[in-house]
């Protein structure tokens, strides 16, 4: 059977794909499959950013990188469903990421 794109699919397939790869990566960390849980969990991040709205992440904005702490990414263009930038402690050089590892930068109650 020929898989569908994440980008033809609908919302509820896609929703349907990520629950089943994180189903499918809870059974192969369980089983110490780190290699399976890794490519597991990428698919799950890409279906992920299917569901977002790339006009919601803007050129020239800074974000936080879901999962790393600390560490920033600036965009500097989109292509589709990843924002190409670099990372502010600059140790890569320009790189995609997906969006759906991007998360707004918590604003202060006093800015």
Same mark, same amino acid.
């Given at each position: /059977? #020929?898989?569908? +794109? &994440?980008?033809? /699919?609908?919302? &509820?397939?896609?929703? #349907?794909?990520? %629950? %089943?790869?994180?189903?499918?990566? +809870?059974? %192969?960390? #369980?089983?110490?499959?780190?290699?399976? &849980?890794?490519?597991?969990? +990428?698919?799950?991040? /890409?279906?992920?950013?299917?569901?977002?709205?790339?006009?919601?992440?803007?050129?020239?904005?800074?974000? #936080?990188?879901?999962?790393?702490?600390?560490?920033?990414?600036?965009?500097? &263009?989109?292509?589709?469903?990843?924002?190409?930038?670099? +990372?502010?402690?600059?140790?890569?050089?320009?790189?995609?990421?997906?969006?759906?590892?991007?998360?707004?930068?918590?604003?202060?109650?006093?800015?």
């Amino acid at each position: /059977m #020929q898989e569908k +794109r &994440y980008s033809t /699919m609908t919302t &509820y397939e896609l929703q #349907q794909e990520i %629950a %089943a790869l994180n189903e499918k990566a +809870r059974k %192969a960390e #369980q089983m110490g499959m780190v290699n399976e &849980y890794a490519v597991l969990e +990428r698919k799950a991040i /890409m279906a992920k950013a299917y569901l977002l709205n790339p006009d919601d992440f803007k050129p020239g904005e800074i974000y #936080q990188i879901e999962g790393d702490p600390g560490t920033y990414f600036k965009i500097e &263009y989109m292509n589709g469903v990843f924002a190409w930038g670099f +990372r502010l402690n600059g140790t890569k050089g320009e790189e995609a990421l997906p969006i759906s590892i991007l998360k707004q930068i918590e604003k202060k109650e006093d800015e």
